[in-house]
Structures are given as C-alpha cells and as structure tokens.
C-alpha cells in the first residue's frame, strides 16, 4: 500500500500523465514497484539482481554519481519503451555532482509521459543541489531509519508499557533536541504503529507527515514533533 500523496501522483501517471521524478525510501520504491508491476520483492536489493521490464536501475556504485552515468540516464529516455512505460530507479541522488546534477535538469524539467523518474536518497531534502531539490516531488527517504538514543527509547517505553507518560513528557518539554533525534522519535513512534500500540488513525497520520516534513523541509522539528505527541 502507498501512502497516500504517493497514490495520488501514480493515479496521474497512470493516466497518462507527465509528473516530475520522486524522491522516495527504498522500501517506498520497492511497494512502487510491486505495485505496477505486480511483482512481490522483499527489496531493492532482491530486486537488483533479477530483470523486470521496464525498469531500469542507475546505482550509485563509487560515493558519486558523475556526469558519464547521467548521460546514461539521459540517453535511455530517448529511447522507445518496450513495455509501455519505463521506470528509472536513480540511488542516492544526494551525492549527484554539480555537473551530474546540470546535466539532469533538462529531464528533470520535462519528463516524459512514459517515464516515471524515483529517486532514494539517503539524507534530507536540503543535501540536495537546490536545481534539482525544486524539480522534484521530495515525499521520503531512508533518513527515516534514524537510530533513537537508548536513553530516550526508555522513557517512550515507560510511557507505552509502563502508561507512566511523565518521564518522557518532561523530557520532550525540557530539553532542546537535535533534528535527528526529533526524526527518531517519530520513527520510533511509527514502530509503535506496527506493534500495535497505535490505533488511532489520526495520530498514524500525523506521523508520517512529521516523518515527510522532518525529511524533506526546515520546519522546526520540535513543535512537528509536539504536534503529535499531543495526538497520543
């Protein structure tokens, strides 16, 4: 199942309609994937290694992706597909050079209706070149999997196994966070909702839009993450 902004964007290209490249975590590609092309991968990984139609993966393979692989990119979509569209996996667009990055812009601008451009990254939206950061639909990343320091995943595990809310409460009032904590406090909390301790569908929302926005703009995270607090 695709989140939501997601659904919308893919019920357009499904249409036949052009919509700019999206950035997206590798497992988000992976259900993308799955779901055009009815396939049931564990991974991008698994994915990798076997050849489906019309999908064309541009890894990052040495820490940077220089102005030789976007040409690649660039070249493929020239070409006609053989499965009625294609779908352009580029990783780790973050690490695209200056040179890399100009020479997608073009694409980026104009992207053809039988191509659906995704992107991973593995950092926020602000790592990327701003050329390209404003051409593209920034939706999630693998800066989602943010580790929690162990001292704060202890009082969220008082407040959810022990209902004793004040320890963490306090701690969220008190003390001034940086950003990625304030992101692994949501992933932790988006943990939550798989185990179960989470059923109200708001706070699920809420949720994953903090995930979204702590990711990809420069809100303040703190009150993105009081917001949902309050929703507990």
Same mark, same amino acid.
């Given at each position: 199942m695709t989140i939501p902004p997601l659904s919308s964007l893919l019920e357009k290209f499904g249409s036949g309609h052009s919509i700019p490249p999206v950035v997206l975590s590798d497992e988000d590609t992976t259900i993308v994937i799955n779901t055009l092309k009815k396939t049931h991968f564990i991974d991008l990984y698994e994915m990798r290694k076997q050849y489906?139609?019309?999908? $064309? $993966?541009f890894e990052n393979e040495t820490g940077t992706i220089k102005i030789e692989r976007t040409r690649e990119i660039i070249e493929q979509s020239s070409k006609r597909s053989s499965s009625g569209y294609d779908i352009f996996i580029i990783e780790r667009i973050d690490t695209l050079t200056l040179a890399a990055a100009n020479s997608l812009l073009k694409l980026f601008e104009e992207v053809?209706?039988?191509i659906l451009i995704l992107l991973t990254s593995d950092s926020g939206r602000d790592a990327m070149i701003e050329t390209l950061a404003s051409r593209v639909i920034f939706i999630s990343s693998n800066i989602r999997h943010a580790v929690l320091d162990a001292s704060i995943r202890e009082k969220m595990d008082l407040y959810f196994?022990?209902?004793d809310t004040a320890p963490f409460l306090q701690f969220l009032a008190k003390e001034k966070l940086e950003k990625q904590e304030y992101l692994g406090i949501l992933v932790a909390l988006k943990e939550r909702i798989l185990s179960g301790d989470i059923k109200k569908p708001d706070t699920i929302r809420k949720i994953e839009s903090g995930i979204i926005t702590l990711s990809s703009t420069n809100a303040n995270p703190?009150?993105?993450?009081?917001?949902?607090?309050?929703n507990l």
């Open positions: 489906v139609d019309g999908v $064309f $993966f053809p209706s039988n196994n022990a209902g703190r009150w993105v993450v009081d917001e949902v607090i309050l």
